[in-house]
């Protein structure tokens, strides 16, 4: 069975420039999460996709951030513009369901380094 | 909104001693998942507790829900050098019909040979 697949691995960027990261789940998940991870912290929640519908996005700051997943399949999340302090690695993760018994399975993250 | 405390955030042990990690939820939760992630690696899931006061084990590795679905521990018997990594505790609390995570911040375990 495939893993989450994310891309790219690695960015690096200027500040006030702009970023997008893109990840395509597990076949068959419907549940897609997109976590922020900055050094020595726990991943924090951005956006949590239920197919093609938004589940929870309480912690994503809607001024610079967004995501979609159009289809219920892949999904790209947007940075614009960046700023220092989202230099981070970003997880996307993907379950077989948002219900009560559902393990997350995680990608390998694309680290962000903003200058 | 939910907050997960997760104690200590580092502990560095001996080859052979025991560890254990302890996380405490603000409100009640509706089950926690714990997860491993190896330096320079992502998380990977080790188990979920549901049930208030349950108890599961995995070899070496003894996890504890509260009576209270408040606070949840893992501990390790007996540590080995593959056992190196950060443990994350995710509760998991249910709004809208869907169960949302909450991560904490992570113990790293550190195991001198």
């Known amino acids: 069975e495939a893993g989450v697949a994310q891309s790219p691995r690695y960015k690096i960027i200027e500040k006030r420039q702009s970023v997008a990261f893109w990840c395509n789940p597990i076949s068959g998940h419907a549940t897609l999460y997109w976590y922020q991870q900055i050094l020595g912290q726990g991943p924090k929640l951005l956006i949590q996709?239920?197919?093609?519908?938004?589940?929870?996005d309480s912690q994503l700051p809607k001024d610079r951030f967004s995501a979609e997943r159009l289809k219920g399949v892949d999904s790209t999340l947007k940075i614009q513009p960046a700023k220092l302090e989202d230099s981070a690695v970003y997880l996307c993760?993907?379950?077989?369901?948002?219900?009560?018994?559902?393990?997350?399975?995680f990608g390998p993250g694309t680290r962000l380094t903003v200058l | 909104g939910q907050q997960v405390m997760q104690i200590p955030q580092y502990q560095h042990v001996q080859e052979g001693e025991d560890f254990t990690t302890y996380c405490n939820s603000s409100t009640t939760l509706s089950n926690i998942q714990w997860y491993k992630q190896r330096p320079g690696g992502h998380p990977v899931f080790l188990i979920q507790l549901v049930k208030s006061g349950e108890v599961k084990k995995q070899k070496r590795l003894t996890f504890q829900f509260g009576e209270a679905k408040k606070n949840s521990s893992l501990h390790i018997t007996a540590t080995q050098t593959t056992d190196v990594g950060t443990y994350f505790c995710a509760g998991r609390a249910v709004r809208g019909g869907s169960y949302i995570p909450t991560f904490g911040r992570g113990t790293s375990l550190i195991v001198h040979p």
């Open positions: 996709f239920q197919n093609n519908g938004v589940v929870d």
């Open positions: 993760a993907s379950s077989f369901s948002s219900g009560r018994y559902n393990e997350q399975f």
